[in-house]
């Protein structure tokens, strides 16, 4: 593998990892609501116990928007609470809110929707009515049953002891009657409290059990259960892939980096002579432009003196007018010591004397069949000269 390779895929596992991440933070953040057109509507309530900012709002069951803020009211000495609803879903102006907490103490916002032709528009100001928490009922209820059991308690122990004397005047004879009887009445008035107080606890719980409201959000707490168990065990499931996907990430991230690690000496070294190399390419460079914008340079002279431009541009128009009349010249010195290397006795007395068949040397050795010599030439005398 390259080191180019290894550099490419460093980096597709940083973009993927940047990738995934983004996408998390999108969806655990609910950062869409963002880009989502949305306006804002104050609730007034008197108490908000429960609500916190980015709860949600619902409308019929299905999520409408989300809480922004939530902060007191000097002048209602009350809570008011700044929702961002979302623009596609329209709310009668007369709509109004209420608060709805579970069990397990998690809130949110309920709208109802009202009848006004007019509907809702941002900046408006609704109203908003807070619901009773179960779990305060509950606390109440607990604190009445422990102080009806405490009397039970009491009564129970008066009751032992009016049973002790009873038993002691009964087998030893002695004791004051009236006393006894004073006790047991007593222990029958505090019996009677009790049992009022237990009654009066029992149509409280009834009132509250018996109350719509109250059934209508413990029915509904019921039923929210079975699905926030499998929200929690889906988000788990998808927590453990994640972390199982990251960890194999990370694996391969290391597989990757430790031939880096054991190369990093290497690599930082030539890192810093290929950074040596360059700073003295860019100061030949700095000094070349130097050079070049010297004012007494060629260059700079060329590129500021119009007239040496021109007159090197006549002599390169000159060099090639001359080219062309040497042209001529050239091919007849051609022909001309061709002529002479088939005739050379055109050049003298030599010539004449030893007469050329025609044919130049090098012809003449590939008549002979290239054994580089000459082939006999038969001698001739001139007519001039007398014969033998």
Do not use: C
Not at 296 to 306: E, H, I, M, N, R
Not at 314 to 328: A, D, K, T, W, Y
Request: charged share 25%.
């Amino acid at each position: 593998m390259s080191e180019r390779q290894l550099q490419f895929r460093v980096g597709m596992m940083v973009l993927v990892a940047l990738a995934i991440g983004t996408g998390l933070l999108v969806r655990a953040g609910k950062l869409d609501r963002y880009w989502s057109e949305n306006f804002s509507v104050a609730i007034q309530f008197d108490s908000a116990g429960g609500i916190y900012p980015s709860a949600p709002v619902l409308m019929y069951g299905l999520t409408v928007g989300n809480v922004r803020d939530v902060r007191l009211d000097p002048k209602r000495r009350g809570v008011i609470v700044i929702v961002e609803l979302d623009a596609k879903h329209k709310l009668p102006a007369d709509s109004t809110a209420q608060v709805a907490v579970s069990l397990l103490g998690e809130g949110h916002l309920e709208v109802v929707p009202g009848t006004s032709a007019e509907f809702v528009k941002n900046g408006d100001v609704l109203k908003g009515q807070a619901a009773g928490d179960p779990l305060a009922l509950v606390a109440r209820l607990e604190a009445k049953t422990s102080a009806t059991m405490d009397s039970f308690a009491a009564t129970s122990k008066e009751w032992g002891t009016l049973a002790h004397n009873v038993n002691s005047l009964l087998e030893t004879k002695r004791g004051n009657i009236d006393q006894v009887i004073e006790r047991a009445a007593d222990s029958l008035d505090q019996l009677s409290l009790a049992m009022k107080s237990a009654t009066e606890l029992i149509q409280q719980a009834n009132r509250i059990v018996g109350d719509p409201k109250t059934q209508a959000a413990l029915q509904q707490t019921a039923q929210s259960l079975p699905r926030l168990v499998n929200d929690t065990r889906e988000t788990i499931v998808v927590a453990r892939t994640t972390l199982e996907s990251m960890q194999r990430n990370l694996q391969n991230l290391e597989s990757v980096t430790d031939p880096l690690a054991k190369k990093g000496t290497d690599m930082i070294a030539r890192v810093d002579t290929s950074l040596a190399n360059l700073d003295r390419l860019l100061a030949d460079a700095s000094r070349f432009v130097r050079v070049l914008n010297t004012q007494d340079g060629t260059l700079q002279k060329l590129a500021s003196d119009p007239q040496l431009y021109d007159n090197l541009n006549r002599s390169s128009q000159l060099m090639n007018v001359l080219l062309r009349g040497i042209e001529p010249i050239v091919q007849d010195m051609r022909e001309f010591s061709d002529k002479v290397a088939r005739r050379p006795e055109i050049l003298g007395v030599g010539g004449a004397i030893q007469p050329s068949n025609g044919l130049r040397d090098t012809e003449l050795i590939e008549q002979s069949g290239g054994n580089g010599t000459k082939p006999a030439q038969k001698s001739t005398r001139p007519s001039f000269l007398p014969g033998r």
